[in-house]
C-alpha cells in the first residue's frame, strides 16, 4: 500500500515559480512510475506530467512543456514538479499519482494510475 500526500500549493503571481512535492510512504514506491494531474473547478483530471520509475523518462502536457519539470528522488520516497513561468490557466488542484499496476515507462492517462494523493491548491493571479 503506498500513500501520497502533496504539499507546496499556494497562491502567486503569473511569472512566479513553485515547487510542488509528492512524498510517498511504502517501500516499494520506486519501483512505480509516477504523475502530476491538475483539476480545476468543474473540469475533468488532466494529465501534467510523468516520470518512469527511475526517472530516466519524462512526458509532459503541451501546455507545460518547457516551463515545468518533474523529478523524483527515490532515496528520498519524493516526487516534484517545478514550476516556472506559470500562468494564471495553471491554476489548479494538482494531484499526484501512482501507477502499480502498468509498465514502467510513464503513462498520460488517467486510467493508468491507481493512487492519488489528496492534492493541494496552486492559484496563479494575473
Known amino acids: 500500500q503506498v500513500r501520497l500526500v502533496e504539499s507546496g500549493g499556494r497562491l502567486v503571481q503569473a511569472g512566479d515559480s513553485l515547487r510542488l512535492s509528492c512524498a510517498a510512504s511504502g517501500r516499494t514506491f520506486m519501483t512505480y512510475p509516477m504523475a502530476w494531474f491538475r483539476q480545476a473547478p468543474g473540469k475533468d483530471r488532466v494529465f501534467v506530467a510523468a516520470i518512469s520509475s527511475g526517472g530516466a523518462a519524462t512526458r509532459y502536457a503541451d501546455s507545460v512543456k518547457g516551463r515545468f519539470t518533474i523529478s523524483r528522488d527515490n532515496a528520498k520516497n519524493t516526487v516534484y514538479l517545478q514550476m516556472n513561468s506559470l500562468k494564471p490557466e495553471d491554476t489548479a488542484v494538482y494531484l499526484c499519482?501512482?501507477?502499480?499496476?502498468?509498465?514502467?515507462?510513464?503513462?498520460?492517462?488517467?486510467?493508468?494510475?491507481?493512487?492519488w494523493g489528496q492534492g493541494t491548491q496552486v492559484t496563479v493571479s494575473s
Open positions: 499519482a501512482g501507477d502499480s499496476r502498468g509498465p514502467l515507462s510513464p503513462q498520460t492517462d488517467v486510467t493508468s494510475y491507481d493512487y
